[in-house]
T-cell receptor, first 112, second 113 residues
Framework: GQQLNQSPQSMFIQEGEDVSMNCTSS?????WLWYKQEPGEGPVLLIA?????ELTSNGRLTAQFGITRKDSFLNISASIPSDVGIYFC????????????FGKGTKLSVKP | DAGVIQSPRHEVTEMGQEVTLRCKPI?????LFWYRQTMMRGLELLIY????????DSGMPEDRFSAKMPNASFSTLKIQPSEPRDSAVYFC???????????FGSGTQLSVL
């Protein structure tokens, strides 16, 4: 079945540093999504990508839809303490509008 | 809008008991999803509805799990009988555009002892 490999599993960085995480798969996806989850809450959508090669920004966050449609990455520039949380990639595949799978997440810790 | 509302936030029950989780989607959203989150398996889709009709329930673990959506503003996920391995956080999410742009509730933390 479909599977997303997200890396790294966790990151410990200093405030002000840039962060990069990625998601890969052996399967092709129609849409890539990046979510952030904070403790005790559900995931919140950060960025949606719809076309191969697309590069989209949301404030300090930048994400790209890989050319092969099998990967995506998320960058966070100049991290701040409130960036702490778990970041999930997710991919939409196939024809059904419910076909969405999530990566296992990257846990980000930011030291002030 | 208040967002997706789930209840209860926490549920502790004993093995064998029936558990009912509730969800109120965002008004106007035609899609409703139930997900389960565990450390081992991450976020797993259990079932989703479109216009109150179940479309894909292939993620429902077994017959002990059932979900209903009697109207556009309410859905339930029931586990009967519950087992310790059902312990997880259960999320409800709704959207206008299928699996894209899901809005998640705050989840129900279920502990089955």
């Amino acid at each position: 079945g479909q599977q997303l490999n997200q890396s790294p599993q966790s990151m410990f960085i200093q405030e002000g540093e840039d962060v990069s995480m990625n998601c890969t798969s052996s399967s092709i996806f129609n849409t890539w999504l990046w979510y952030k989850q904070e403790p005790g809450e559900g995931p919140v959508l950060l960025i949606a990508l719809y076309k191969a090669g697309e590069l989209t920004s949301n404030g300090r966050l930048t994400a790209q839809f890989g050319i092969t449609r099998k990967d995506s990455f998320l960058n966070i520039s100049a991290s701040i303490p409130s960036d702490v949380g778990i970041y999930f990639c997710a991919g939409v595949y196939g024809g059904s509008q419910g076909n969405l799978i999530f990566g296992k997440g990257t846990k980000l810790s930011v030291k002030p | 809008d208040a967002g997706v509302i789930q209840s209860p936030r926490h549920e502790v029950t004993e093995m064998g008991q029936e558990v009912t989780l509730r969800c109120k989607p965002i008004s106007g959203h035609d899609y409703l999803f139930w997900y389960r989150q565990t450390m081992m398996r991450g976020l797993e889709l259990l079932i989703y509805f479109n216009n109150n009709v179940p479309i894909d329930d292939s993620g429902m673990p077994e017959d002990r799990f059932s979900a209903k959506m009697p109207n556009a503003s309410f859905s339930t996920l029931k586990i009967q009988p519950s087992e310790p391995r059902d312990s997880a956080v259960y999320f409800c999410a709704s959207s206008l555009y299928g699996a894209e742009k899901l809005f998640f509730g705050s989840g129900t933390q279920l502990s089955v002892l």
